[in-house]
């Protein structure tokens, strides 16, 4: 994904360089590349996080119900020792 967002970048560059006035290539720059690559890049990082953080509730989740099936022991009441 990134790989698009460069080559999108030079094309946009590219874009940029070719106006007739400062502003212009400014606001070409800024509204052409910037925004919709950093935006895309957002939402898309944002898939990725999410899941990373699923993973990793899950695997904080199935630790603590080993611990728990452990402390029962082998005839399924709970020890009161522990």
């Known amino acids: 994904m990134h790989i698009v967002a460069i080559g999108w970048m030079y094309v946009v560059l590219m874009m940029s360089l070719a106006e007739d006035n400062v502003v212009a290539a400014l606001m ?18 944002s898939r990725r996080r999410r899941a990373r953080n699923q993973a990793k509730a899950q695997a904080q989740a199935a630790p603590a ?18």
Request: without cysteine.
């Open 28 to 45: 070409t720059f800024l509204f052409y590349g910037v925004v919709p690559v950093g935006l895309i890049l957002y939402i898309s990082g």
């Open 65 to 82: 119900k080993a611990n728990t099936a452990a402390e029962k022991g082998a005839s399924g009441v709970a020890n009161p020792d522990q």
